[in-house]
């Protein structure tokens, strides 16, 4: 007979995250993990045989899930454009704690030109992000390319007020993206409607 899960999945995936989201790829020590999901060391790796970047890849293929059905899904919903980048933001205020939550994604990537075993699935999470929200922007009245331009300057503007959040040690940078986001990103293009 099988010994019982000490942990359920969703919840070692979650502490992991956490782990992740608080001290880095880098930071995140097989004892500073074990002890995050109370498995001893052992028990990590009989779980994630292949070490602490199976770990990474998991919690990157759970946040890929979340975003699809948070983010993604809701752009692509009905309503209009300004309702829809609504439903989002409040999807991601809700998912970043207001903004005390750090940015997994940026947690875990590499500096530019270097290689890591995230590289892909980030950039593919990134690039979904983007496409998203163009189209939603182009829906409004822009052109694919200014709608690229004016998503792409929209997750910048997310994931900037994060980490800035974060380093000022207050929410008040995310508060005022998440705020006026559909105001930057659908300048000019309501009025024409």
């Not at 999901?37 to 890929?64: C, D, I, N, W």
């Amino acid at each position: 007979m099988a010994r019982k899960a000490l942990i359920e999945n969703d919840a070692l995936i979650d502490r992991l995250s956490a782990t992740f989201r608080e001290v880095g790829y880098e930071g995140a020590s097989l004892a500073l993990l074990s002890e995050a999901t109370g498995l001893k060391k052992a028990s990590l790796y009989h779980r994630f045989p292949g070490g602490k970047e199976q770990m990474g890849l998991e919690v990157l293929q759970e946040a890929g899930r979340w975003l699809g059905n948070h983010v993604l899904k809701p752009l692509a919903g009905e309503g209009t454009p300004r309702e829809r980048i609504a439903a989002m933001t409040s999807e991601l205020d809700s998912f970043y704690q207001g903004g005390r939550q750090a940015c997994l994604l940026n947690l875990l990537s590499s500096p530019i030109g270097e290689e890591s075993p995230f590289k892909a699935t980030i950039r593919q999470m990134f690039e979904a992000f983007v496409e998203a929200l163009a189209s939603v922007i182009a829906e409004a009245g822009c052109t694919p390319a200014v709608a690229r331009d004016r998503a792409e300057h929209g997750v910048a503007l997310i994931q900037g007020s994060l980490v800035l959040a974060r380093g000022l040690g207050t929410t008040k940078p995310f508060r005022k993206t998440l705020d006026v986001l559909a105001d930057e990103l659908l300048a000019d293009l309501e009025a024409r409607a």
